[in-house]
């Protein structure tokens, strides 16, 4: 099974982590939270916001595409990169990846004003 690291995030990752043997078939979001790493998803998963936001550093090729939907709504999220993808539907495949977790979602943007 594939490997997938986290880049440090000060508040949600201080440390960064691994996670071996994460499980195929199964998106970012969901291993994430299980191991105790409480990404913001509030929209419990269901492809309606951008706060699961990720940029995807290492094995992006591996991903499958990401829907219209995921799209549109990428175009909404903080720091938007050519390798961003909701974690909530981004599911893990046959390839280790390197997530980082943007400093801030858009609801933290919002709330900072």
Same mark, same amino acid.
């Given at each position: 099974? $594939?490997? %997938?690291?986290? %880049? ?11 996670? *071996? ?14 191991? =105790?790493?409480?990404? *913001? =998803? ?10 699961? =936001? ?9 991903? +499958?595409?990401?829907?219209?939907? *995921? +799209?549109? %709504? ?5 720091? %938007? #990169? ?15 990846? #390197?997530?980082?977790? $943007?400093?801030? #979602? ?6 900072? =004003?």
């Amino acid at each position: 099974m $594939p490997k %997938l690291t986290v %880049l440090p995030h000060p508040d949600v990752c201080p440390d960064g982590a691994v996670i *071996e043997d994460a499980p195929q078939g199964v998106s970012i979001c969901r291993v994430l939270l299980d191991n =105790h790493i409480d990404i *913001e =998803h509030a929209c419990e998963l269901s492809c309606a916001c951008t706060t699961c =936001h990720v940029v995807v550093k290492q094995g992006y090729a591996s991903l +499958e595409d990401a829907t219209d939907a *995921e +799209e549109d %709504l990428l175009d909404r999220a903080w720091g %938007l #990169t050519s390798t961003s993808r909701l974690s909530c539907q981004a599911k893990i495949a046959d390839q280790d990846l #390197t997530v980082e977790i $943007p400093k801030y #979602t858009i609801n933290h943007a919002k709330e900072a =004003h």
